[in-house]
């Protein structure tokens, strides 16, 4: 894209149309498959993007949440319940920012699921050099200054 060209993009695309840089956090929840049947994934995903949210590292609109059942796994030897929470972001965040969102994504897992006691959050840095994405244009406008009544309009 050039200094000339705006383009307009719906929610869905996480492809900043000024920076050109694709926009996380990815968090991924997964839990025992023993666990289906005790949570709402919607209700789970809404309380960790909040977290997410009220920690001010990151817009709303950024936050991606998916979760995934395990029906194999084995913690200690044994078969047991649990949850974990990978929470992936670009570099740069320092380690009291990081450490305090575990903590407070921890707190959450551990008050709505007291009787798991499997529980972990980690916080990993995304390489931005070695990241990949394809992300389709849902809706491009092209509007070319020399052509376009906008001509006031700049990229400034």
Known sequence: MNCHQVVLLT???IVSPIAGE??????????????????SHAALMSDVHQVLVSSDLF?????????????????????SRFIHVEVVMWQGRDFSQKK?????????????FPDVA????????????TYSKRAPLVTEL????????????SNQ
């Open 11 to 13: 929610a869905q695309h």
């Open 22 to 39: 694709i926009l996380v956090p990815h968090v991924l929840i997964e839990y025992s498959q023993q666990l289906e049947s005790q949570l």
């Open 59 to 79: 817009q709303p609109q950024d936050i991606k949440v998916r979760m995934r059942d395990c029906c194999h796994a084995i913690i200690g030897g044994e078969h």
């Open 100 to 112: 305090t969102l575990s903590n407070a994504i921890l707190a959450l897992l551990t008050e709505s």
């Open 118 to 129: 499997a529980m972990s959050v980690d916080i990993r840095d995304c390489d931005k050099q």
């Open 142 to 153: 092209t509007l070319t200054k020399a052509r376009s009544p906008l001509s006031s309009v």
